[in-house]
């Protein structure tokens, strides 16, 4: 079964520090880009971070630059997300969700949406 | 940075009814976008990309169209699983896509 699994949530005070995982399973992981989307409690999904195939390329949105880190490892199947200077507007539950897409040449993405998602793995930044 | 509005917020339905969500970006995304529909309790799950083309699975009563700044996502035929809340997305500066706030189905 293709699926990605999250955990690391939990309660961490404001300023604060967190690593969520994501373990893949049923697919080839080192051939997907991987990304972070959150959804603060009773509102819409936000974009946090995409980390491409090969791990060399890394993008994040404007909210969280600087202060989370995406990664991954082949090896161990897994997508990970380092967040530092936790604030309360982080609360959210956190998806890990695959990209399907390809380049079909130099400048052009086949984007198909993001096809599998976790269950999520919620963080609650509070005092 | 290109904002998704969606219209409306909140929409009543019953079963076997049609039904029209509406996206607009605040510039043209060409066809790049999706839409996304999440039940309570649940991770989203990818309908359409490419502004009208259907993902794999998904029932032939969804369907999406528009292009520029304007799109839309048709139910033809509302069922009982369809409720819930529908996000566009664009991604025209992939990876840095971006959702709309949504739109709720209800009974």
């Known amino acids: 079964e293709v699926q990605v699994v999250e955990s690391g949530g939990g309660l961490v005070k404001p300023g604060g520090s967190l690593r969520l995982s994501c373990v893949a399973s049923?697919?080839?992981?080192?051939?997907?880009?991987m990304n972070w989307v959150r959804q603060a409690p009773g509102k819409g999904l936000e974009w946090v971070s995409s980390i491409s195939s090969s791990g060399n390329y890394v993008y994040y949105a404007d909210s969280v630059e600087g202060r989370f880190t995406i990664s991954r490892d082949t090896a161990k199947k897994s997508l990970y997300l380092q967040m530092n200077s936790l604030r309360a507007d982080d609360t959210a539950v956190y998806y890990c969700?695959?990209?399907?897409?390809?380049?079909?040449?130099?400048?052009?993405?086949?984007?198909?949406?993001?096809?599998?998602w976790g269950q999520g793995t919620t963080v609650t930044v509070s005092s | 940075e290109i904002v998704m509005t969606q219209s409306p917020a909140t929409l009543s339905v019953s079963p076997g009814e049609r039904v029209t969500l509406s996206c607009r970006a605040s510039q043209s995304v060409n066809t790049n976008l999706a839409w996304y529909h999440q039940k309570p309790g649940q991770a989203p799950r990818v309908l359409i990309y490419g502004a009208s083309s259907r993902a794999t699975g998904i029932p032939a009563r969804f369907s999406g169209s528009g292009s520029g700044t304007e799109f839309t996502l048709t139910i033809s035929s509302m069922q009982s699983e369809d409720f819930g809340v529908y996000y566009c997305?664009?991604?025209?500066?992939?990876?840095?896509?971006?959702f709309g706030q949504g739109t709720r189905l209800e009974i």
């Open positions: 049923g697919f080839t992981f080192n051939i997907y880009t």
């Open positions: 969700a695959r990209d399907p897409g390809y380049y079909g040449s130099e400048t052009y993405y086949h984007y198909f949406g993001m096809d599998v």
């Open positions: 997305q664009h991604y025209h500066d992939w990876p840095r896509v971006r």
